[in-house]
Structure formats: structure tokens, C-alpha cells
């Protein structure tokens, strides 16, 4: 009769524990299929600027969700972010989400065949730091044919993964926004900077080889190369 005791014992078990959070290469799986289906659902047919604008939305909306926002506002900040009010603070985190989110998702499509299905292949996922930082390295395929490296530093966030920068072919989207906003701050002052973030947030769709905000370029791919990644240090 043991058979059955541990048995019970086992099903208890599996009830009573919490389920097993996505891993990181699960969390950036379901947000590339996702955005797939969209991409794949827009460009059906005749693709019109509106549409084009509207699946950038939705998928500007998935992705939110994805990336540490917050902490990357205030790394692009510093040192000026501990001089903002909570006001200010959450200003500057919705205004940058914003432009982050768009700059990401232009880097990705401005690789991607209009005439084909995208293609974004996960290649491997490391874990170091006791299971709190995570990098997933993945490769766009783009359309020319070549694969271009897009590796995701995450960190872990409660039962969730977020993601806390990008680095495209060894260039660190985080870092490009920090050189950028420093200079910006040394040509003009914080509110110039909300200024011209406000002007520009959200990208109204458009996909120019290069974004104007508020008179000022900011180009893409990023120029600031990263730092080794080591999954050691957040």
C-alpha cells in the first residue's frame, strides 16, 4: 500500500507549489512571437502608413511590459536624476519609455525584409548573479541575408524578466542614449531635454533611417560601443 501514500504525496506536492516563472529566453519568445504575428498580419496585402503605424503601436505596447523602464531612465539621468522631483522623475520615465521603446523597435524592422516573414532566431541564454541577471543572445536575420546580433541583458523582477539594455552587433543601446542625453545637457538645460523628448515621443509611426527630436538627430544604429557583458554584474 506504500504506492499509493507516495503517490498522494507527490500530487500534493506539484498542487501546493507555485508555478515555474518564464525563463528569460521564454519572457523574449512569446513577445517575438507575438510581434511576428502582427508584423505578418500587417504587411498582408497593400500596407498603408496607417497600418504600419498602428501594428508600431501595438507592438510598442507589448514590449512596454518587457523592458525596465524606469531603471533605464535614470541610468541615461545620471547624475541629474537625483535632482529630479517624484513629478519630474515620472515625467522623464514616461517620455524616455516612450523614445526607448520606439528606438528599439526602428533598430529591429530597419533590419527586417518588408517582403518576407521577419525572422528572430534565440541562440543561447546565460544566467549568473545567484539567477538574478540573465543575457539571451538572439540574431535578426535581415534583408540582405545576414544575421545581426541582438543581445539582451535582463534582470530578474519578481517572477518576471526585464529587460535592462540591448546590445546590437557589440553596440549598447543604453549607453547611445546616455553619451546623447549628456550632450544635450551640456548644450541646453533639463527642460530642453523634456522639450524635445515631448516633440518626438512615440515616433508617430515613421521609420526614417534617423529620428529628429526636436531638431536634433539621433541616428541609428547606435555609435557607443558596450562593455564586455558578464552576467555576473547588473
Same mark, same amino acid.
Given at each position: 500500500?506504500?504506492?499509493?501514500? &507516495?503517490?498522494?504525496? +507527490?500530487?500534493?506536492?506539484? +498542487?501546493?507549489?507555485?508555478? !515555474?516563472?518564464?525563463?528569460?529566453?521564454?519572457? /523574449?519568445?512569446?513577445?517575438?512571437?507575438?510581434?511576428?504575428?502582427?508584423?505578418?498580419?500587417?504587411?498582408?496585402?497593400?500596407?498603408?502608413?496607417?497600418? #504600419?503605424?498602428?501594428?508600431?503601436?501595438? +507592438?510598442?505596447?507589448?514590449?512596454?511590459?518587457?523592458?525596465?523602464?524606469?531603471?533605464?531612465?535614470?541610468?541615461?539621468?545620471?547624475?541629474?536624476?537625483?535632482?529630479?522631483?517624484?513629478?519630474?522623475?515620472?515625467?522623464?520615465?514616461?517620455?524616455?519609455?516612450?523614445? *526607448?521603446?520606439?528606438?528599439? /523597435?526602428? /533598430?529591429?524592422?530597419?533590419?527586417?525584409?518588408?517582403?518576407?516573414?521577419?525572422?528572430?532566431? *534565440?541562440?543561447?541564454?546565460?544566467?549568473?548573479?545567484?539567477?538574478?541577471?540573465? *543575457?539571451?543572445?538572439?540574431?535578426?536575420?535581415?534583408?540582405?541575408?545576414?544575421?545581426?546580433?541582438?543581445?539582451?541583458?535582463?534582470?530578474? #523582477?519578481?517572477?518576471?524578466? /526585464?529587460?535592462?539594455?540591448?546590445?546590437?552587433?557589440?553596440?549598447?543601446?543604453?549607453?547611445?542614449?546616455?553619451?546623447?542625453?549628456?550632450?544635450?545637457?551640456?548644450?541646453?538645460?533639463? !527642460?530642453?531635454?523634456?522639450?524635445? *523628448?515631448?516633440?518626438?515621443?512615440?515616433?508617430?509611426?515613421?521609420?526614417?533611417?534617423?529620428?529628429?527630436?526636436?531638431?536634433?538627430?539621433?541616428?541609428?544604429?547606435?555609435?557607443?560601443?558596450?562593455?564586455?557583458?558578464? &552576467?555576473?554584474?547588473?
Amino acid at each position: 500500500m506504500r504506492g499509493p501514500r &507516495v503517490l498522494v504525496v +507527490i500530487l500534493l506536492l506539484v +498542487i501546493s507549489s507555485p508555478a !515555474a516563472s518564464a525563463s528569460p529566453y521564454e519572457q /523574449l519568445d512569446n513577445f517575438f512571437r507575438k510581434a511576428t504575428t502582427i508584423l505578418t498580419e500587417a504587411s498582408r496585402g497593400e500596407l498603408s502608413h496607417e497600418r #504600419a503605424s498602428q501594428a508600431q503601436q501595438e +507592438i510598442q505596447q507589448l514590449a512596454r511590459p518587457l523592458f525596465d523602464v524606469r531603471s533605464a531612465a535614470r541610468r541615461v539621468l545620471e547624475p541629474g536624476w537625483n535632482t529630479l522631483s517624484v513629478v519630474q522623475r515620472e515625467e522623464f520615465v514616461r517620455l524616455f519609455g516612450d523614445h *526607448l521603446l520606439w528606438g528599439y /523597435l526602428s /533598430l529591429v524592422r530597419g533590419r527586417l525584409s518588408r517582403d518576407r516573414p521577419p525572422t528572430i532566431r *534565440l541562440v543561447a541564454e546565460e544566467v549568473g548573479a545567484g539567477g538574478r541577471v540573465a *543575457l539571451v543572445r538572439t540574431v535578426v536575420r535581415t534583408r540582405d541575408g545576414a544575421d545581426v546580433p541582438f543581445d539582451y541583458v535582463m534582470t530578474k #523582477a519578481g517572477a518576471n524578466w /526585464l529587460v535592462r539594455d540591448v546590445v546590437v552587433d557589440g553596440v549598447s543601446l543604453i549607453e547611445n542614449y546616455r553619451a546623447q542625453v549628456a550632450q544635450v545637457l551640456r548644450d541646453s538645460t533639463y !527642460a530642453g531635454l523634456v522639450a524635445r *523628448l515631448r516633440s518626438g515621443a512615440g515616433g508617430g509611426g515613421r521609420q526614417p533611417a534617423s529620428r529628429t527630436v526636436g531638431g536634433e538627430p539621433i541616428s541609428y544604429p547606435p555609435v557607443q560601443r558596450a562593455a564586455p557583458q558578464n &552576467v555576473e554584474n547588473p
